[in-house]
């Protein structure tokens, strides 16, 4: 998927945990996540925003 060695394991951690979101404010590690579906791979604005609807 092209994601780097720290992120892959920040993510398999919190995948791991069964976490809902991850938050990061790395725009090519939120692209590049968008493939995986155990986990939301988003920038912590649109989480916010994502709550306030």
Not at 31 to 41: L, N, P, Q, W
């Amino acid at each position: 998927m092209g994601i780097k060695s720290k992120d892959s394991l920040h993510l398999a951690c919190a995948i791991s945990m069964q976490c809902e979101y991850f938050l990061s404010i790395d725009d090519e590690l939120i692209k590049r996540a968008e493939g995986i579906k155990e986990i939301k791979v988003t920038d912590p604005i649109s989480f916010i925003k994502e709550g306030d609807k």
